[in-house]
């Protein structure tokens, strides 16, 4: 087996020690969940030895070496990352031609199965037994016949007796007539004599009329008061009596009395002389040119705003790169699928600070740039997204930025170099 000899020749890389940003702890949950998925491979390798076809197992094989590609290398197994990555081609291989069965296809995922779990330091799971397939077989045009059951027979129909030729028909038999008894009349029924209908309630005695109030006494008529008599007019006093040749020194005619003289008229006062003041000096002090502004700044993200959104559908990957988000206190958003993703990234109100989505190009349902291509379109600029992928070619990358991606990471990611560019993206 050609690719049997390829996939060995990876295993000559020497590994790679877990980073030390890697918390006690994190690496075993890891080779814990890999444990689990080492049982279900080993499952599919004997599914595929009973039916190389089948499509579902293959389908299932190249999506589980596509996640530990992806992830092992970022807990330190660059060697199991390179295994998974030639077994992750060799079944996309398998799921484009199910037909082609040339290769053992069971065995090969075998041993994939037993070089992984070498590299990982596991056990080999034993693989539980398959359960049985139901065969369901169309019986037989004779085993249909013999089954079915026969159809009844028709019923005989009663022989009948032929009459004599000279037979007279048969009399009519008359039944006695018996007499009735004439039926005792009966007596009709009573009738029932009405209920006694009880006395109407005597209406209640009338109660007398109250007395009427006495009118109180008037007082009698006052006569008008009689006005007070009106007083006569005294007459004017009469003019002295003066004697003949006599004259009265104050009874003067206007036209022989002399006007008085009017008062001179007042000359308004002078206005107090103006004093002219000399202009104020004003002293000349050289001009100080104001620091140009500053440029506006980028605005505050509020506490609810993410900072860094996180689409990957790889639950080992994502806890890896959860833990070093929290641990250099950035606020952030986790989703497993590009559908949840992108209902939730279109309703969110980013208040203009754009976080950064790093996103996985293969996700389930909907993929990267189904999701890139949703949110150009209906948010524009909201957002800058991070493509992160197994194919880090260069075909692959131009297709990335062309599409509006702000820059890629390519995986097995290194946390420490994933959190120093998330640090150059955000602005701290």
């Known amino acids: 087996m050609a690719f049997s000899g390829a996939l060995s020749n990876l295993g000559t890389v020497a590994q790679v020690p877990a980073p030390d940003e890697l918390p006690p702890g994190l690496r075993e949950e890891y080779l814990a969940g890999m444990r689990a998925t080492l049982g279900m491979l080993a499952a599919i390798a004997k599914r595929l030895a009973a039916a190389g076809s089948d499509r579902e197992a293959l389908e299932t094989l190249r999506r589980e070496a596509h996640k530990i590609h992806g992830s092992a290398g970022s807990f330190g197994f660059m060697e199991a990352s390179r295994l998974a990555a030639g077994m992750e081609v060799t079944a996309k291989d398998w799921v484009a031609r199910p037909g082609d069965t040339d290769m053992d296809r069971g065995g090969l995922a075998g041993w994939f199965v037993t070089r992984l779990a070498e590299m990982l330091k596991l056990e080999v799971p034993e ?35 032929p009459e004599p030729p000279h037979a007279s028909p048969p009399r009519p038999q008359v039944a006695p007539v018996v007499p009735r008894r004439p039926s005792q009349p009966q007596s009709a029924p009573r009738p029932t004599p009405p209920a006694p209908t009880p006395p109407a309630p005597k209406p209640p005695p009338k109660a007398a009329p109250p007395p009427r109030p006495k009118a109180a006494p008037q007082p009698p008529p006052q006569s008008a008061p009689t006005p007070p008599p009106k007083a006569e007019p005294k007459p004017p006093p009469k003019p002295p009596q003066v004697a003949d040749g006599e004259s009265i020194p104050w009874l003067v005619s206007p036209e022989e009395s002399t006007p008085a003289k009017r008062p001179p008229a007042a000359t308004p006062p002078k206005p107090p002389p103006q004093v002219v003041q000399p202009p104020p000096v004003v002293e000349q002090r050289p001009v100080v040119e104001s620091p140009p502004t500053a440029p506006p700044s980028v605005p505050e993200a509020a506490p609810t705003v993410p900072e860094i959104i996180l689409v990957e559908d790889d639950p080992a990957l994502a806890d890896l790169l959860e833990y070093g988000l929290r641990a250099r206190g950035y606020r952030f958003l986790s989703y497993r699928n590009g559908s949840d993703a992108l209902r939730e990234l279109l309703a969110l109100e980013v208040a203009g600070t754009r976080p950064v989505v790093l996103l996985d190009v293969d996700l389930p349902g909907l993929d990267g740039y189904s999701v890139l291509n949703a949110l150009e379109r209906d948010r524009p600029g909201a957002f800058r997204v991070v493509f992160t992928t197994v194919h880090g070619g260069e075909a692959e990358q131009l297709r990335g930025l062309e599409a509006g991606a702000l820059d890629y990471l390519v995986k097995p990611i290194s946390l420490r170099v994933a959190l120093e560019k998330i640090r150059r993206w955000v602005g701290r």
């Not at 693989?127 to 397939?133: S, T």
């Not at 139901?134 to 007796?161: G, N, V």
């Open 127 to 161: 693989a539980p037994a398959p359960p049985p397939r139901l065969i369901i077989r169309r019986p037989s045009a004779a085993q249909k016949a013999a089954a079915s059951p026969a159809p009844p027979s028709k019923p005989l129909a009663p022989a009948t007796r």
